[in-house]
């Protein structure tokens, strides 16, 4: 797939997030001379990629033309205070996407009335063209608008749209944090290897190698998870022994309940 949009595409905050997307439409073909990028202190890995690729920073003064697409990218905190800059860049087909988590459409129309806005959940996966994202459209936003949006998205994996917006904060707490929890596996796979008495290297080998290796097994099987958990499973054997923990009433399954109930929660406060 190839990026081909309207206008000029305006990144504003290029953090973690935005960084990943930014590499993810670069690895497919977006022309760096049609992306600029707005944040005051982007990370080390993310200047070092509008340096190689000489994508133009700044204000919008250096902007060719009227974005086709501004992608929001910074922290929910902080939005309240860029969205005033934001408004006198857009022009009459522009389209607002934003991922900043737990902010609505309408506490975003607040400062930016009448304006096609488009809300979405990418993950960071997104680098490496392996996101899942979740998009709502408000009531303004076009069919074109729509496509563009998609294409962008679709372009750093897999898109899914849905209309009921209040689903978001749900799917922040699974998709857009989960790759967190599975780094966190990974982490305390490494961390009792070592204290079982491997060699740190071949402990975080054995986490990577796992994590990775059960991750693309579930992704090109037709079985469920449950199906594929079974399969690993003798009766009475070592995989049974420890499922028996992480299965029992206070395992993992409660744990992530009450993680993913946190995180839900948090997104609700932000919106406010």
Same mark, same amino acid.
Not at 96 to 109: D, E, H, M, N, P
């Given at each position: 797939m190839t990026i081909r949009l309207a206008g000029p595409l305006l990144l504003v905050g290029a953090g973690k997030m935005g960084g990943a997307l930014l590499e993810g439409w670069l $690895?497919?073909? +977006?022309?760096?001379?049609?992306?600029?990028?707005?944040?005051?202190?982007?990370?080390?890995?993310?200047?070092a990629l509008i340096a190689r690729h000489r994508i133009g920073t700044g204000a919008s003064a250096e902007l060719p033309a009227k974005p086709s697409v501004i992608l929001l990218a910074v922290k929910p905190q902080v939005i309240d205070e860029v969205l005033p800059s934001v408004a006198p860049l857009m022009g009459k087909q522009t389209v607002v996407l934003s991922i900043a988590a737990? $902010?609505?459409?309408? #506490? +975003?129309? $607040?400062?930016?009335?009448?304006?096609?806005?488009?809300? %979405?959940?990418?993950?960071t996966a997104a680098s490496v063209g392996h996101s899942m994202t979740v998009v709502c459209a408000g009531t303004a936003v076009t069919r074109d608008q729509a496509l563009e949006c998609n294409m962008l998205l679709e372009a750093v994996g897999q898109v899914i749209w849905i209309d009921d917006e209040s689903l978001l904060d749900v799917v922040t707490a699974i998709s857009g944090n989960g790759p967190a929890y599975?780094?966190? @596996?990974? !982490?305390? @796979?490494?961390? =009792?290897?070592?204290?079982?008495? @491997?060699? #740190?290297?071949?402990?975080?080998?054995l986490a990577r190698a796992t994590v990775e290796g059960a991750? !693309?097994?579930? &992704? $090109? %099987?037709?079985? #469920?998870?449950? !199906?594929? &958990?079974?399969?690993?499973? %003798?009766?009475?054997?070592?995989?049974?022994?420890? @499922? !028996? =923990?992480?299965?029992s009433k206070d395992g993992l399954q409660a744990l992530l309940s009450r993680a993913i109930a946190a995180a839900v929660k948090r997104a609700r406060e932000l919106s406010s």
């Amino acid at each position: 797939m190839t990026i081909r949009l309207a206008g000029p595409l305006l990144l504003v905050g290029a953090g973690k997030m935005g960084g990943a997307l930014l590499e993810g439409w670069l $690895r497919q073909g +977006l022309d760096p001379k049609h992306v600029f990028v707005c944040d005051p202190n982007p990370p080390p890995e993310v200047v070092a990629l509008i340096a190689r690729h000489r994508i133009g920073t700044g204000a919008s003064a250096e902007l060719p033309a009227k974005p086709s697409v501004i992608l929001l990218a910074v922290k929910p905190q902080v939005i309240d205070e860029v969205l005033p800059s934001v408004a006198p860049l857009m022009g009459k087909q522009t389209v607002v996407l934003s991922i900043a988590a737990g $902010r609505t459409i309408a #506490s +975003l129309q $607040r400062h930016l009335p009448d304006s096609a806005i488009v809300r %979405s959940m990418p993950n960071t996966a997104a680098s490496v063209g392996h996101s899942m994202t979740v998009v709502c459209a408000g009531t303004a936003v076009t069919r074109d608008q729509a496509l563009e949006c998609n294409m962008l998205l679709e372009a750093v994996g897999q898109v899914i749209w849905i209309d009921d917006e209040s689903l978001l904060d749900v799917v922040t707490a699974i998709s857009g944090n989960g790759p967190a929890y599975v780094y966190l @596996l990974a !982490e305390c @796979l490494a961390e =009792v290897g070592c204290k079982a008495g @491997l060699d #740190s290297d071949l402990a975080n080998q054995l986490a990577r190698a796992t994590v990775e290796g059960a991750g !693309e097994l579930l &992704r $090109r %099987s037709d079985l #469920s998870p449950a !199906e594929l &958990r079974a399969n690993v499973t %003798s009766p009475k054997g070592t995989t049974a022994a420890a @499922l !028996e =923990v992480l299965m029992s009433k206070d395992g993992l399954q409660a744990l992530l309940s009450r993680a993913i109930a946190a995180a839900v929660k948090r997104a609700r406060e932000l919106s406010s």
